[in-house]
């Protein structure tokens, strides 16, 4: 068996579980719909007229409309944020790095907020999507600012100039809400993107994250040797002739149009960049051309198989997503770091 047996049969197992959660959640919902109706349900949904009998167009909308492009929808927005925190902890060196710690995803929030309380989310469907990116991109930009110092990144102010920039994000998008109260729709609105789901998710919205999410999965792909290289630190990657302040920049503004699309799609969704590329190194090792794929089908069987347990254990309760990840991914966050401190008492 060679060495790259090993990794590749964990990303084909991780493929196959994606498929199958996809087709658990595709079945399920409020309403039971006959396994024996869906293939005359997608024959006609795809052009192909099948008479069979019972099927209504009900059937059809809920099937097509409402339960495919919300699987889609998270498995897209789950690759986006696990790849993008599996680069940035590869960019930084750091396990703690990821789009959420380093206030990227709460920048795209605060982009999105401003979007709808200004009412520009209304003239174009681009427009929720490039305040976000704005928003992302200016975060990760002061925050890496801050922790640069002649071309090197200081571990520990990255992550405290992440926390700090992303509770100003916070506390911004928290005025913006309160400005806005005294228009029930926009408030509600607001309120729905700080929380994050995938309620009411379109084919419109698969449309308008699929390019940035497959662009973007193909791009950071490209750099996976770069990557391996920073692992080894500035000294190694210079030597073997990587431009280390090129790289970073790219990969900087691919990962924030990663999580801007993300953020202006599903809402704010933390610790999925931090969890899941932690937990995939675990399994599969450090080298990104391994890393990078595995991360990305991790984070969609993550998220859709979160969506998918919020909707069966509790149907009637209606849990945000965003909520759920935080609350799991938080204690994670804090499992790591005392990890870390104890290795480093050793």
């Not at 309380?117 to 490039?130: F, I, N, T």
């Not at 799609?265 to 675990?282: D, K, S, T």
């Amino acid at each position: 068996m060679t060495l790259l047996a090993k990794p590749l049969n964990i990303l084909i197992l991780m493929l196959f579980m994606l498929a199958g959660l996809a087709v658990i959640a595709f079945f399920q919902g409020s309403v039971d719909i006959p396994f024996s109706k869906v293939p005359g349900i997608l024959s006609n949904a795809w052009g192909w007229p099948v008479a069979v009998e019972g099927v209504r167009p009900w059937m059809q909308s809920v099937l097509i409309d409402v339960r495919m492009p919300r699987i889609i929808v998270g498995a897209l927005a789950g690759a986006c944020l696990a790849i993008s925190g599996a680069v940035m902890q590869g960019m930084f060196r750091n396990p703690l790095a990821s789009p959420s710690v380093l206030g990227v995803s709460s920048g795209a929030s605060l982009g999105a907020v401003l979007a709808l309380y200004l009412g520009v989310a209304s003239v174009s469907v681009w427009a929720l999507p490039a305040f976000a990116f704005i928003g992302a991109t200016l975060t990760l930009f002061i925050v890496y600012r801050i922790a640069s110092q002649r071309g090197h990144i200081a571990t520990g102010t990255l992550l405290l100039s992440g926390v700090a920039i992303g509770a100003l994000n916070t506390a911004i998008s928290s005025l913006v809400l309160a400005l806005s109260l005294n228009n029930w729709e926009v408030g509600r609105m607001i309120i729905y993107w700080t929380m994050g789901g995938l309620d009411g998710r379109t084919w419109d919205h698969v449309l308008l994250l699929l390019p940035f999410a497959t662009l973007g999965t193909a791009a950071l792909l490209l750099f996976s040797k770069h990557l391996d290289a920073l692992l080894l630190g500035e000294i190694h990657a210079v030597s073997i002739g990587v431009n280390i302040a090129n790289t970073r920049r790219w990969l900087l503004v691919i990962t924030a149009f990663m999580v801007g699309a993300t953020v202006s799609v599903c809402g704010a969704i933390g610790f999925i960049g931090l969890v899941v590329p932690h937990i995939i190194r675990l399994l599969i090792g450090p080298h990104h051309r391994f890393l990078l794929p595995a991360s990305a089908i991790g984070g969609a069987i993550t998220l859709v198989g979160a969506d998918l347990l919020l909707r069966t254990a509790a149907p009637e309760k209606a849990i945000p997503l965003g909520v759920a990840t935080a609350s799991l991914g938080a204690p994670f966050f804090l499992f790591i770091l005392i990890k870390k401190r104890w290795a480093m008492q050793i």
